[in-house]
């Protein structure tokens, strides 16, 4: 199956990040895309709060060139995902406004294109199993929020299965990966983004309530899937702390950064370089940690098993006269006893331990 | 004195109706919009004030408030209403309705607008640099700029900022939708107040206080759009 994939111009320019991490993450995941040919802006925000049938008209544009690659298209930028779905819900079910659109387009629409956001697209269509199955870089010291916005929950008729005070998706997503995903109430507040340029005063504040929540919730990170969020969160971060008064200094990643890094991805291939508040840092600390535990555990399983081993070596019953003693065998006893459990090929069994 | 208007009242109602599939007479006032609002800090009226005063046929005012121009499109209201209004979905009708009936409306919103579209009704897509030149010279406040040149310097070292605006393929048929859609727009808007006020001028000729029948004159309207 081949899907029409709709990058939209963010992720041309100021999201350039998002959009080379989510090609590498989707060809790494085996999906086959073709970019929908010639495509142009959605509208975003000001074209339907300008004039409902210019937003329709301009998102039918693109529903119709994808029409030409795919029945499906997977749009990474949730304000686009939002138009486009918009328009395919509305035109579909509605001849006459179908009409209506195709008389101001210069060729009409016929198709039926079903736009995906990513996160749905990857749980539909990859699903966790497959996500969880290729994880290479263990990232369970990465403690993130996921960060969903507006457009991802809201509105409820447009998104299909989605609760819009709880979305689930990104949590499904990064806990599959092996994130430390932790919980929180501002999943589904708004950054302020569509009114970001002609009123920064109410961007700012409310980005900095995204942030300080983040941080009581336990988090290092936010992961958010929105290019208006993530400039929002990560380019204005300085005007914010200015603004507010604050000292946040909290990378934001995109979803498919994160997903790419645990999939293997390389920092540079994921692009972390774009991103203002540097994650590279924090991403490295957090892989150092993952494997001082893992050798820690690793350390801790070994012992263990030694002592178990020791105490079969000196018999049952002694063991239980005299456990002391079986712990303190020499350690000639001991590390044979560990090569002959490594040579059955059994971790040593802890029940001798149970009361 | 604030005059309470049944016939704007009607006329608004039955339009929201049609075009956004929202009866403003649903609302019982619980606030829960209003609760729910991460920009009601910044308006006029909150969003049930708005609600109340569609019922009751403020609309000049809720056309023309700060409320409308700065609600973020985040459709908390609308997905948290216990009655199920699309308010998101009222306001964001009512503020096409104010920018086809060409009203000077208050913040930098219409001028935010008219960059975005503009730049992009000339290059198909969207060259952010030059549409934030655009915004930034439409607003003659340079206080505006200046908060906003330290996002420059971040965005170059990245390589987020390109200078030249490129045009699209589409980019010719992109300024055909925008000229069409908005002059039908502007064209929809002319009539139905043209229509509106021979209506009013007849009733009032009749000397009736009932004349003026809202439905009547929708269909009027209807009409004439129409022909």
């Known amino acids: 199956m081949t899907v029409a994939y709709y990058p939209g111009c963010s992720l041309e320019h100021s999201s350039a990040e998002f959009d080379i991490s989510t090609r590498k993450l989707l060809a790494l995941l085996g999906v086959e895309f073709k970019e929908v040919p010639d495509w142009t802006c959605c509208g975003s925000t000001p074209a339907h709060m300008v004039d409902h049938l210019l937003a329709q008209a301009l998102a039918a544009r693109n529903l119709r060139q994808a029409s030409e690659v795919a029945e499906e298209m997977v749009i990474p930028c949730p304000s686009c995902y939002q138009r486009e779905k918009n328009a395919e819900v509305e035109i579909h079910a509605n001849e006459e406004l179908r009409a209506e659109v195709n008389k101001i387009l210069d060729r009409p629409y016929t198709g039926r294109v079903t736009a995906y956001s990513l996160p749905e697209f990857l749980l539909k269509f990859v699903g966790e199993e497959k996500i969880a199955s290729l994880v290479k870089v263990d990232l369970s010291q990465l403690k993130v929020v996921p960060y969903y916005g507006c457009l991802l929950g809201r509105p409820v008729e447009l998104v299909g299965d989605v609760d819009p005070e709880q979305p689930m998706a990104m949590d499904l997503l990064l806990q599959a990966a092996g994130l430390d995903v932790k919980w929180w109430n501002y999943k589904t507040e708004c950054c302020g983004s569509s009114i970001g340029m002609p009123k920064a005063e109410i961007q700012r504040r409310l980005s900095g309530k995204v942030i300080q929540q983040a941080l009581n919730a336990g988090a290092e990170a936010i992961v958010v899937c929105c290019p208006l969020c993530h400039v929002n969160l990560d380019l204005k971060q300085a005007q914010i702390n200015k603004f507010l008064g604050t000292n946040y200094h909290v990378p934001i990643l995109y979803l498919s950064q994160v997903l790419g890094l645990a999939l293997g991805l390389s920092p540079e291939e994921v692009k972390l370089d774009k991103n203002v508040v540097d994650p590279r840092p924090l991403i490295e600390k957090a892989i150092k940690e993952a494997a001082a535990l893992k050798a820690e555990a690793e350390r801790k399983a070994a012992e263990k098993a030694a002592k178990a081993a020791a105490r079969e070596a000196a018999g049952p019953r002694e063991a239980e006269k005299a456990p002391r003693e079986a712990v303190g065998a020499t350690r000639e006893a001991s590390d044979r006893a560990t090569r002959e459990a490594a040579a059955a090929g059994a971790p040593a069994t802890d029940t001798e331990e149970q009361p | ?227």
Do not use: W
């Open chain 2, 1 to 227: 004195m604030i005059r309470y208007d049944a016939n704007e009242a009607a006329f608004y109602r039955e339009k929201l109706v049609k075009r956004v599939q929202a009866d403003v007479r649903d609302c019982y006032q619980c606030g829960n919009c209003t609760a729910g609002c991460p920009a009601a800090f910044t308006f006029d009226y909150t969003p049930n004030q708005i609600m109340r005063m569609l019922q009751v046929g403020l609309v000049d005012q809720v056309l023309e408030s700060k409320a409308l121009q700065l609600c973020v499109q985040c459709l908390t209201c609308s997905a948290r209403c216990p009655r199920n209004i699309d308010i998101a979905g009222i306001i964001e009708d009512l503020k096409t309705i104010a920018f086809a009936q060409e009203r000077e409306v208050p913040e930098h919103v219409k001028t935010f607008n008219n960059a975005f579209l503009g730049t992009v009704a000339r290059f198909g897509r969207l060259p952010e640099f030059f549409m934030m030149a655009m915004f930034y010279t439409g607003t003659m406040n340079p206080k505006m700029v200046l908060g906003d040149m330290g996002l420059v310097p971040p965005m170059v070292t990245k390589g987020k900022l390109k200078f030249v605006p490129k045009r699209a393929k589409g980019a010719d048929e992109v300024s055909r939708i925008y000229k069409k859609a908005l002059e039908q727009a502007k064209a929809r808007e002319k009539a139905e107040l043209a229509a509106r006020r021979a209506a009013a001028a007849r009733a009032s000729a009749a000397g009736s206080h009932s004349a003026a029948q809202p439905a009547a004159v929708a269909a009027a309207a209807g009409s004439e759009v129409t022909s």
